[in-house]
Structures are given as C-alpha cells and as structure tokens.
C-alpha cells in the first residue's frame, strides 16, 4: 500500500470509529449510518485508493471538478453525491454522473434537473436542502431553501419525470437561532423529515453533520453523515 493509502485507510479507520460509538451512544445499529466521504478538491487517484479501502459514497461541490474526476473514476463501484450550490447551467453536466442531488433548494432547479436526467435516461435522486437560518421563503447564507419552503419542492421533485425525492440535507447553520446548536440543529431536520414522510414515505434519508460534528448528527438521527477533511486530511489541493 502507498504511504496515501496508508494514510487514507487510518484516517477512515478512525472516522469509523467515531461513526460507531455514536451510533452506540444513541442507541442505533451501525449500518442505519452511512459514510459519505466528501472528495470536493482532492484529485480522482483519492477517489480510487477510497474505493480500494470499501468507500462506496463519494460526494462532490463543484461541477467543474466532479465531472472530469466521475469520467476518470467510471471503472469504480461508487455513487456521487452532488452537495454544492447548483446553477442551471451546469444542471445537465451533473444529471450526467450524480446519482443523487443534495441541493435542491429553490423551484427553477427542478424541471432543469428533470429535463436533464430524461435526457441523460436516468433517474436522480434528490434531497431538498434546508437553510436553517433562511427567513420566511428565503434562502441561507451556505444555500438551502427555508423550511417553509419544503412541501412545495418536496411535490414538485416528487412529480417530475427522472427524479426521486429522497429526503433531506442540511449544513449546521453559522447565524440564527441555531448558530453554535448543532445537535438541535440536527434534532430540527429530524422533525422536518418526519413531515415530510407523511407525504412521501420513501423519502427517508437525512443528510447532515461534518468531520466536526458527525456525532451529534448521529445523536439526532441523521442516516447520512459527508464527512471530508477527517478522512482525506490536510493535503495540497487541485487548482
């Protein structure tokens, strides 16, 4: 094994770890988390040495770095993951690798991003994001759609052709009411969820929590946590 791969397998090793014994502190079976290994910046031999060590979820932010690294990476076993701000012109370009979409945050995206995808004869996965520190109708800081604004872009993904609503994502919020509150922020997303399951019950995954604060994301419930700078470390980045 290189001395990248050592690196990338301890640092993995260590993140499981975390995983698990939260997992264990609420009181949840390991496997109800998953790992997404966020790749935003690091180069597709990563991305390679990460599916040798069993990473099957691989998460990128920005569209002109994704597409070329899925395109070196197609050989692999992996599901991208999309978690940037999205604009509509590069909407096609991610409907072409992404097997799931976590930024879905305002209207317009969705018949661009079903367009895309029937085009691209696939179907996409999609997650609405929420801002909580969004006003009434608004957007945050970090992207993300006010909680509000989640029945409407949960009904418009449900009912457009090539794409899945999948749940939720969220990013812990640095203003509002839930600056420094990460764990409740997370508790918040939960309780989202549960609403938003008594319209679309196959819509059950809860994307939250970072290297920083996986654990209380755990804690709260969350089924996916995007987990970058634990995993890959510090390390000179593309561009």
Sequence with gaps: ??????????????????????????????????????????????????????????????????APKAVACADLPLNWHFVGQLQTNKVRSVAGYAHVVQSVDRARLVPALSAAAVKAGRELGCLVQIALDAESGERGERGGAAPDLLPELAELVAAAPGLRIDG??????????????????????????SQLRADHPAATMVSAGMSADL?????????????????????????
């Design 1 to 66: 094994m290189t001395d990248r791969g050592a690196e990338l397998a301890a640092n993995l090793a260590q993140v499981e770890e975390r995983i698990s014994t939260a997992c264990a502190a609420a009181g949840r079976e390991r496997d109800e988390v998953t790992l997404i290994v966020v790749t935003k910046t690091y180069p597709a031999s990563d991305v390679r040495l990460l599916a040798d060590l069993g990473v099957r979820h691989v998460a990128e932010n920005r569209d002109q770095d994704a």
């Design 215 to 239: 654990e209380q994301a755990v804690m709260a419930g969350a089924t996916h946590v995007r987990v970058g700078t634990a995993v890959l470390g510090a390390r000179p980045r593309l561009g």
């Design 168 to 193: 939720l994502m969220t990013v812990a919020p640095l203003a509002g009411p839930y600056a420094g509150r990460e764990q409740a922020a997370f508790e918040r997303l939960l309780e989202l969820s």
